[in-house]
């Protein structure tokens, strides 16, 4: 409770409460220039065992931030976690995440760009801004995105065994998940590879995915998600994968778009067929 109340007088409006009964709060973080050009929010969840032996629960929202640049700054926050261990580091967090945008405006690069490229787009107003993680809807570019750190582990070509769902159909849309176990970056690009090799997957209209791999040597995630251009999709599936502690596995999601708009639906039946794949 004093954390919170220390922060919110910290942050005044950019502070803001979620729920308080579940202790879910969210906090928009700029660089310091008089008109922001880099902003992002992180949202938390703090769990009952929170400072003393529980992590906060939490994700970082913001259109541009992908690949590389959001594996980095969340193993920046789980080593400040690790770092503090029993004390209180939402403070830290968020000045960790300021450091990273003043260094991204100093380094003048370019501003981000926000592509909306979802079939529903009359239907985004629904959308929880929370969850915009990813837009990036090249296939092929979801498969370089992953070379720079995947080249780093050429050992590990295997191919995993990869697990298809069962699909549901609503409204002549169609949704099917598919699950590898992966344990480096290389394996996540290889199981995109052999996806993609099947006609019917490279032609769906969007191809969701996240993944999370626990590094056991530094205790912390590499973990990332991509829309497709069913834009949110990706970050609500990995925030998915977050609540159920789901480790060393990547689900995609094939949805076929019918030409019927399903508007907030899509999510429901895009995170159903990954959980009853998990589950499976």
């Known amino acids: 409770i004093d954390e919170v109340e220390a922060l919110s007088s910290i942050y005044g409006e950019d502070w803001c409460v979620v729920d308080e009964r579940e202790r879910i709060y969210c906090?928009?973080?700029?660089?310091?220039?008089?008109q922001p050009k880099w902003t992002l929010c992180l949202q938390v969840m703090l769990?009952?065992?929170?400072?003393?032996?529980?992590?906060?629960?939490?994700?970082?929202?913001?259109?541009?931030?992908?690949?590389?640049?959001?594996?980095d700054l969340a193993n920046s926050l789980e080593e400040i976690y690790l770092q503090n261990l029993g004390e209180s580091i939402l403070y830290l967090w968020v000045e960790k995440i300021r450091e990273v945008l003043i260094e991204r405006a100093q380094a003048s690069e370019p501003e981000p760009e926000v592509k909306r490229t979802s079939e529903e787009v009359d239907d985004d107003d629904d959308v929880d801004d929370d969850f915009l993680l990813d837009c990036q809807p090249v296939q092929e570019d979801l498969i370089a995105g992953l070379n720079s750190s995947a080249s780093e582990h050429p050992?590990?070509?295997?191919?995993?065994?990869?697990?298809?769902?069962?699909?549901?159909?609503?409204?002549?849309s169609t949704f099917q998940a598919h699950l590898a176990p992966v344990v480096t970056p290389r394996q996540v690009k290889r199981v995109l590879e052999r996806l993609y090799e099947n006609k019917k997957i490279a032609s769906a209209?969007?191809?969701i995915y996240a993944y999370r791999i626990y590094c056991e040597d530094?205790?912390?995630?590499?973990?990332d998600?991509?829309?497709d251009g069913e834009t949110a999709a990706g970050g609500r599936l990995l925030h998915l994968m977050q609540i159920l502690d789901v480790r060393n596995v990547l689900v995609v999601v094939s949805r076929w778009y019918g030409g019927i708009l399903l508007g907030p639906?899509?999510?429901?039946?895009?995170?159903?067929?990954?959980r009853a794949v998990l589950v499976e």
Not at 51 to 66: C, K
Not at 160 to 169: A, D, K, Q, R
Not at 218 to 223: E, N, P, R, V
Request: net charge negative; charged share 25%; proline share 12%.
């Open 27 to 34: 906090i928009k973080v700029a660089d310091c220039l008089e």
């Open 47 to 71: 769990p009952p065992g929170y400072p003393a032996a529980e992590p906060p629960i939490y994700q970082l929202n913001a259109p541009w931030l992908r690949g590389q640049d959001y594996m």
């Open 155 to 172: 050992e590990d070509e295997e191919l995993p065994p990869i697990h298809h769902g069962s699909p549901l159909t609503d409204r002549r």
């Open 205 to 207: 209209t969007h191809n």
């Open 218 to 223: 530094k205790q912390t995630f590499l973990q």
């Open 225 to 227: 998600c991509e829309d």
């Open 265 to 274: 639906d899509r999510f429901k039946h895009i995170n159903n067929c990954a």
